[in-house]
């Protein structure tokens, strides 16, 4: 569900989508190159603009990411939608945000796959995201059959 980039581990996850995808760390550069392999695997050129969805936490509402989420590809087998700045999401006053998301995760179609970017500040990363532990404590509650 997470992936701190690692080429091995990546591949897996190229060939078997996940729900949720939290891409964090010191090196913003690897999360980017994730991102595009990602999108090269899922989505078909032909379809970016009704597969792929980028949205910036900063300005995009939440109602509007899940309304995203929830959508069905067009012509891809995957809908991959990707939320820049997810590092907001630590915040106290927004991680209620965080948690309508978490609990929307179970009712989102099995082709979709929700890629939150959190953007490195400058500072070493000792521990894991905040916001990867969030996804990983409500995991075992969804079907990801």
Do not use: C
């Not at 995009?60 to 997810?86: C, H, K, Q, W």
């Not at 106290?92 to 609990?103: G, K, P, V």
């Not at 070493?124 to 995201?129: A, E, N, R």
């Amino acid at each position: 569900m997470e992936l701190s980039y690692s080429k091995t581990e990546f591949t897996k996850i190229l060939d078997n989508p996940l729900p949720v995808i939290v891409l964090y760390g010191d090196e913003d550069r690897s999360k980017g190159e994730a991102i595009r392999q990602m999108t090269e695997a899922w989505i078909d050129p032909g379809f970016y603009d009704f597969d792929l969805e980028v949205l910036d936490a900063e300005v995009t509402g939440i109602e509007d990411i899940l309304a995203s989420a929830l959508a069905l590809p067009f012509g891809s087998n995957v809908r991959m939608v990707v939320i820049r700045g997810a590092q907001l999401y630590k915040r106290r006053e927004r991680s209620s945000d965080l948690d309508r998301i978490i609990s929307a995760i179970p009712s989102l179609p099995h082709s979709s796959a929700l890629v939150f970017r959190i953007e490195s500040d400058g500072e070493p990363s000792k521990t894991k995201s905040a916001i990867s532990a969030k996804f990983e404590k409500a995991a075992p509650d969804w079907p990801l059959d």
